[in-house]
Antibody
Framework: EVQLLESGGGLLQPGGSLRLSCAASGFTFKSFAMSWVRQAPGKGLEWVSGIIGTGGSTNYADSVKGRFTISRDNSKNTLYLQISSLRADDTAVYYC??????????????WGQGTLVTVSS | QSALTQPASVSGSPGQSITISCTGTSSDIGGYKYVSWYQQHPGMAPKLIIYDVDSRPSGVSDRFSGSKSDNTASLTISGLQAEDEADYYCSSYTSSNTLVFGGGTKLTVL
């Protein structure tokens, strides 16, 4: 069974940093592009970042460029999102999602349950 | 990159058909065949129901169909069922090599 399990969320202060993880199982992780998508409380979906299977190419939404870093460790079947200079508007549920094959932008067919990041002083 | 435009809400009775529109520009929907639709029930993760404008993943009901004309994509749900009540989001690849979502549409089954 294909599964994605996010972790690393919590209550953090503005200006801080954290790393989210997404553990994948049930499929050949290195063969699939991955993305992070977030959803602020009561709001819509926002694409954050995408990465191809090898990790050699990454893309970011303008709203997070320079503060967020996506990466992956294919030996550990794990996707990461490093977030720095946290702001209140980063408060959201962060989902990791599997791309359909090698492309991160052609739809995501499997999603994790999400991890909540709350930024507040 | 501005969000794609969706109606905030739509409604229909069981058995009816409804269509949700998703309007963008020539830099996103109009320029690529990479439009996807997601269904999200409260408290749950999104679920892919349409990709590449009009393709359905395995296991998704054929009551769901997608189309595109110029800068507007559409999701049609036929034979509306109570379980279809959810939020629906469109997304599209953009010329900036990013991905943009619509604001979401709440479907109410009357």
């Amino acid at each position: 069974e294909v599964q994605l399990l996010e972790s690393g969320g919590g209550l953090l202060q503005p200006g801080g940093s954290l790393r989210l993880s997404c553990a994948a199982s049930g499929f050949t992780f290195k063969s699939f592009a991955m993305s992070w998508v977030r959803q602020a409380p009561g709001k819509g979906l926002e694409w954050v970042s995408g990465i191809i299977g090898t990790g050699g190419s990454t893309n970011y939404a303008d709203s997070v460029k320079g503060r967020f870093t996506i990466s992956r460790d294919n030996s550990k079947n794990t996707l990461y999102l490093q977030i720095s200079s946290l702001r209140a508007d980063d408060t959201a549920v962060y989902y990791c999602a599997r791309g359909r094959g090698t492309s991160w932008y052609k739809g995501w067919d499997c999603w994790g349950q999400g991890t909540l990041v709350t930024v507040s002083s | 990159q501005s969000a794609l435009t969706q109606p905030a809400s739509v409604s229909g009775s069981p058995g009816q058909s409804i269509t949700i529109s998703c309007t963008g520009t020539s830099s996103d929907i109009g320029g690529y065949k990479y439009v996807s639709w997601y269904q999200q029930h409260p408290g749950m993760a999104p679920k892919l129901i349409i990709y590449d404008v009009d393709s359905r993943p395995s296991g998704v009901s054929d009551r769901f169909s997608g189309s595109k004309s110029d800068n507007t994509a559409s999701l049609t749900i036929s034979g509306l069922q109570a379980e279809d009540e959810a939020d629906y989001y469109c997304s599209s690849y953009t010329s900036s090599n990013t991905l943009v979502f619509g604001g979401g549409t709440k479907l109410t089954v009357l």
